[in-house]
């Protein structure tokens, strides 16, 4: 890195998770990254310089009231405000250029410009290491994606579990069997695990023909649900992301013939995993396959049914992250962790996915997930 140049992150890294990758640091309250021809290094309150010392991966953790100190100095004794301290910060370790994110705060930016510091904003990702994942970071996916399987587990029997009720509604406990339920049960379950999810699908019949609908209220026999949980580690903040869909009872022909191509879909794009694959390829050999199988995507009506988004993305500090297996899908590297999730949705039958989380190796791909794929429980 040029001498005068840093990279500079001004955010919280419970919601930046740039930053908390680059700092190692977890903090709700917007703190300050640099890294610069002198290392790394964050600028916190005195509220956080101890935890800061202790849990950050960085070269230096420096006092921002100190550095406050030294603005006041200049200012003769005058009160700074937070901009002031940053480009205090920045002259002290003669820092003329910075980069920061795309979404790096406005008015810092134009208070910097204003003070002689050229700003540019670079594009996403800001950091491009992160698609290989460390060995630690592997550790943790595979710690969140195992206690998502276990919810996934728990929600799938909730649902063997019950019995139809005169009306088709499945019943548990005397009970409707709804998606509400499911979810509540799931979201205590991944709790006691020390993970945390927000609104997640359960969606029964058409519900999971739209792919984002989370899905509501009761379940009946004889209807696919789409079960897609996703929650992220409350302390290493590493995401899990899991899907399978089931019907309660007798499947119907369509419902058996959609499932076994979107299972035989999912299978062939996890064959294809390995370094150097294409992720627009792999996407494609999935389109080959539901083609094949007589499932064609198109508009009727208004509304797309059959297969319309994209095959996978990538999975770490965010729930979606690079690389893409899609139509714009880049070439895969070894240590990139990707989902693998093919659907089919037909308002009438149902909708299918299922999903898997692998790790690119060396020679293909290991997939995290040992979970069975039936579709009739």
Known sequence: MHEKTAELIIDDSERESDLLWASGFLAGDQFTWLRDSKGSAIMLTDLELGRGEKESRVDEVISLSAVEKSAKEVKGGEPCSFEEIVLQLLRSRNIERVEVPSRFPLMIADFLRSGGIEVVARENPFFSDRRIKRADEIRCLEESQAATEEAMALAIRLISNSEPGQDGVLQLDGEPLTSELIKYSVRSFL????????????????????????????????????????????????????????????????????????????????????????????????????????????????????????????????????????????????????????????????????????????????????????LEV
């Open 191 to 374: 709790l006691s695990k020390g993970l945390q999810i927000g609104e997640f699908i359960i969606a029964p019949g058409d519900q999971g023909c739209d792919p984002h609908d989370v899905g509501s209220g009761p379940i009946r026999a004889g209807e696919t649900v789409i079960c897609d949980i996703y929650p992220q580690h409350m302390t290493h903040r590493f995401w899990g992301d899991m899907t399978r869909t089931v019907v309660k009872g007798q499947a119907t022909e369509d419902q058996k013939k959609i499932h076994a191509a979107v299972l035989e879909a999912q299978e062939t794009a996890i064959s294809l995993i390995k370094p150097g694959a294409c992720g627009q390829e792999i996407h494609r050999r999935v389109q080959q396959v539901f083609e094949g199988a007589g499932f064609s995507t198109q508009q009727r009506d208004g509304t797309w049914e059959g297969f319309f988004h994209g095959t996978g993305h990538g999975l770490g500090l965010d729930i979606h992250e690079p690389p893409r297996i899609s139509p714009v899908g880049p070439q895969l590297e070894e240590g990139m962790v990707v989902t693998v999730e093919p659907g089919l949705y037909y308002p009438g039958i149902g909708g299918c996915r299922i999903e898997d989380v692998v790790l690119v190796t060396a020679n293909g791909c290991r997939n995290f997930n040992k979970a069975p794929k039936g």
